[in-house]
Nanobody
Framework: DVQLQASGGGLVQAGGSLRLSCSTS????????IGWFRQAPGKERETVSC????????WYADSVKGRFTVSSDNAKITVYLQMNNLKPEDAAVYYC???????????????WGQGTQVTVSS
């Protein structure tokens, strides 16, 4: 099984930035789909961003487009979600998840990391 470790959450003021990390143990993200998801209290989990480990193509939810950037390190063992100009509505528990089909990214990805809390104060 793929094990993921997410980190980087915290408390930030509105307009600030955070960078979340998602690391895998054992395997690399080559030929995986990597997704970032978030869930705020009382709300459904939503897809924030996806990246294909095979060609690096990315997708962003409209609500974060232009503010969030997903990337990976050269070794493809860590994926980042750079979050800029954070808004109070971005506050949520953020999760990373991966699947073995690089173009298939949705909430049914089979491998999930533990969540990391992002809190944005206004």
């Amino acid at each position: 099984d793929v094990q993921l470790q997410a980190s980087g959450g915290g408390l930030v003021q509105a307009g600030g930035s955070l960078r979340l990390s998602c690391s895998t143990s054992g395997d690399t993200f080559d030929n995986y789909a990597i997704g970032w998801f978030r869930q705020a209290p009382g709300k459904e989990r939503e897809t924030v961003s996806c990246m294909s480990g095979s060609d690096g193509s990315t997708w962003y939810a409209d609500s974060v487009k232009g503010r969030f950037t997903v990337s990976s390190d050269n070794a493809k063992i860590t994926v980042y979600l750079q979050m800029n100009n954070l808004k109070p509505e971005d506050a949520a528990v953020y999760y990373c998840a991966v699947g073995r089909i690089p173009t298939y990214c949705n909430q049914r990805l089979p491998y999930w990391g533990q969540g990391t809390q992002v809190t944005v104060s206004s």
